[in-house]
Nanobody
Framework: QVQLVESGGGLVQAGGSLRLSCAASGLTVSSSAMAWFRQTPGKEREFVASISWTGRNTAYADSVKGRFTISRDNAKNTVYLQMNSLKPEDTAIHYC??????????????????WGQGTQVTVSS
């Protein structure tokens, strides 16, 4: 059974940083395309960042490019999202996702099969 468990969310002032973690079990992150999405009430889930199964390719939403970095630690079977220069508009529940079907750094939520429970990120102005 695949489980993705996010952690690292919290309350931070604008300009601050947070690092989200996604610990996986039941799958190997080094063999899976992984991604982060986020969602606010009343809005659709929004792509944030993704990493291919090889780890060589990454993709970012324009809104986070240059501020966020996705990475993984194969030994810990964990994916990270380093978030710097946070803005109030980054406030959302952030979700980790894994795909059993695609191998690239895909941006569509429909390409991901497994989801974590989410972690709240709140950025105050």
């Amino acid at each position: 059974q695949v489980q993705l468990v996010e952690s690292g969310g919290g309350l931070v002032q604008a300009g601050g940083s947070l690092r989200l973690s996604c610990a996986a079990s039941g799958l190997t992150v080094s063999s899976s395309a992984m991604a982060w999405f986020r969602q606010t009430p009343g809005k659709e889930r929004e792509f944030v960042a993704s990493i291919s199964w090889t780890g060589r390719n990454t993709a970012y939403a324009d809104s986070v490019k240059g501020r966020f970095t996705i990475s993984r630690d194969n030994a810990k079977n964990t994916v990270y999202l380093q978030m710097n220069s946070l803005k109030p508009e980054d406030t959302a529940i952030h979700y980790c996702a894994a795909s059993a079907r695609v191998t690239g750094a895909n941006k569509s939520p429909y390409q991901y099969d497994f989801w974590g429970q989410g972690t709240q990120v709140t950025v105050s102005s």
